[in-house]
């Protein structure tokens, strides 16, 4: 069975500081897909990113950042310079089977830039 | 490109009656998946089609519940004799195979059920 794990319920920083939302995942599968959404308060689900499991390079989009580790089963997303509009709850994913079907998602980290 | 649109975004409706909720996927998407979300929760899995097929039901999904896709295109998910637990955001996505971007669900606004 597949689970994720995302520790941190909540998280509050002032406005351009730096913060980082983990995401533990478990799964037996060798291949699978990580994603990252982003739910802000009007609801919708926003896609951010997709990593392959067999594609450990970090990423980075602007301010948004993303580090792979399969040696700890983690997917982390880090946002430099937080800013007011960053203010939604984050959900990390695990997709299995190439991804096709269905995501498990974490509990998601509700996340508070203070102006 | 339009997104994925959801109708009715939100419905109230007495324990007891049944309600429909109708998806719209991205027009070139031919997987379509429906989820549900609870208050402080992330999204559960339900059921997801690939054109017309539906290929995969979650033990969540009792035999109240029945999602149609009989054209490959928009979706329709049915509760019948709706109970107070039932009430939740209904969150549709869908994506796509054989493009890069490929296994990337993007999600509608969702439907907020309500049961009172």
């Known amino acids: 069975a597949q689970k994720v794990t995302q520790a941190q319920t909540e998280i509050s920083v002032v406005e351009k500081e730096d913060v980082t939302l983990d995401c533990v995942y478990e799964?037996?599968?060798?291949?699978?897909?990580l994603f990252w959404y982003k739910q802000p308060p009007s609801g919708e689900l926003v896609f951010l990113i997709r990593?392959?499991?067999?594609?450990?390079q970090n990423e980075i989009s602007g301010r948004y950042s993303w580090n792979f580790q399969k040696s700890t089963s983690s997917f982390n997303f880090t946002i430099t310079a937080s800013q007011v509009v960053d203010s939604a709850v984050y959900f990390c994913a695990l997709g299995i089977n190439f991804g096709n079907e269905k995501l498990t998602f974490g509990t998601g980290t509700r996340l508070t830039i203070i102006p | 490109d339009t997104g994925v649109s959801q109708n009715p975004r939100h419905k109230i409706t007495k324990r007891g009656q049944n309600v429909t909720f109708r998806c719209d996927p991205i027009s070139e998407h031919n997987r379509l998946y429906w989820y549900r979300q609870t208050l402080g929760q992330g999204p559960e899995f339900l059921t997801y089609?690939?054109?017309?097929?539906?290929?995969?039901k979650s033990r969540l999904l009792s035999d109240r519940f029945s999602a149609e896709r009989p054209k490959g295109s928009f979706s329709t998910l049915e509760i019948q004799r709706t109970e107070q637990g039932d009430s939740a955001m209904y969150l549709c996505?869908?994506?796509?195979?054989?493009?890069?971007?490929?296994?990337?669900?993007?999600f509608g606004p969702g439907t907020r059920l309500t049961v009172t």
């Open positions: 089609f690939q054109n017309e097929a539906q290929l995969e």
């Open positions: 990593r392959n499991s067999f594609d450990e």
């Open positions: 996505a869908s994506s796509t195979i054989g493009t890069p971007s490929s296994y990337e669900q993007y």
């Open positions: 799964t037996r599968d060798t291949t699978y897909y």
